[in-house]
């Protein structure tokens, strides 16, 4: 009796309808949002090493986009907007992303013992993986009084849509030195502005032009107010810290992974 066949489709569903990792939940470093990360697959992953090898900055950005929409979602399952998203949490996902696509503990990374010279590979393990939280400076909330209380910001960090505005404001405007655009970057740090009435908050909603054009009259005390704020924050987001111990003269061994090293893996 002949066997039922099955075709290419058929087994492409039964591979697809197979959960094979179970999704993620992962805690936003910067927002702490609640992301549900999927596994990723071989094609996705191969795509995003062609850019890299072409060393192409923006074709790797675009690329990041094109996975966490793939394969991130919001809590109620939602798709996210990649572009709303600051360069840590573009990381920390890529990150959990890969780490959530295989069993870690195949993928080895070769490290030199700073003491003995003597070269290993050490299995990755997800205890490597560290992620620490933004929070803002001891004594700040994250707004800055300006103008003599008059005027109230918001201060935050850049997300790609913001970091893609400034560059096209920095292009078309044609600045070249580091002051000018510096102010473009504050600039874009100035999330609500608010003018304080009475006891009441009035939101002014500003373009970016108009953000420079407004930073730019401020007195220099008020701005550095706020690059004050910026300087006061503590480093944030993921980190990948290899912590062994040499094989052959047990040194204490410690290595920073790369992000992008991590995801080719
Ligand atoms: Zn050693």
Request: with cysteine.
């Amino acid at each position: 009796m002949d066997k039922p066949s099955m075709s290419f489709s058929d087994l492409k569903k039964l591979y697809a309808t197979t959960k094979i990792f179970q999704d993620k939940k992962v805690e936003l470093c910067y927002s702490n949002d609640i992301i549900q990360v999927k596994s990723m697959k071989v094609k996705d992953k191969k795509e995003f090493l062609k850019c890299v090898e072409l060393k192409d900055d923006e074709q790797i950005e675009k690329n990041i986009d094109v996975l966490i929409e793939k394969y991130c979602m919001d809590k109620n399952g939602e798709p996210i907007n990649p572009k709303k998203l600051v360069e840590n949490e573009r990381q920390q996902l890529l990150v959990e992303l890969r780490a959530n696509s295989s069993d870690l503990s195949t993928v080895t990374i070769p490290h030199q013992c700073i003491k003995c010279q003597h070269i290993q590979e050490f299995p990755l393990k997800t205890d490597y993986i560290v992620v620490n939280n933004f929070k803002n400076p001891e004594g700040y909330d994250g707004f800055i009084d300006l103008a003599k209380d008059r005027i109230k910001v918001k201060l935050g960090q850049l997300n790609r849509q913001d970091n893609i505005d400034v560059g096209e404001y920095i292009k078309n405007a044609k600045l070249t030195n580091d002051h000018d655009t510096k102010i473009v970057f504050l600039a874009a740090t100035l999330k609500e502005i608010y003018i304080q009435e009475d006891d009441v908050s009035i939101p002014v909603d500003l373009k970016i032009a108009e953000k420079v054009a407004f930073i730019e009259n401020f007195n220099l005390n008020d701005l550095e107010k706020i690059e004050t704020y910026f300087e006061k924050i503590e480093d944030y987001g993921i980190k990948i810290v290899l912590k062994e111990k040499c094989q052959k003269c047990g040194e204490d061994t410690q290595e920073d992974i790369n992000v992008i090293r991590f995801f080719m893996n």
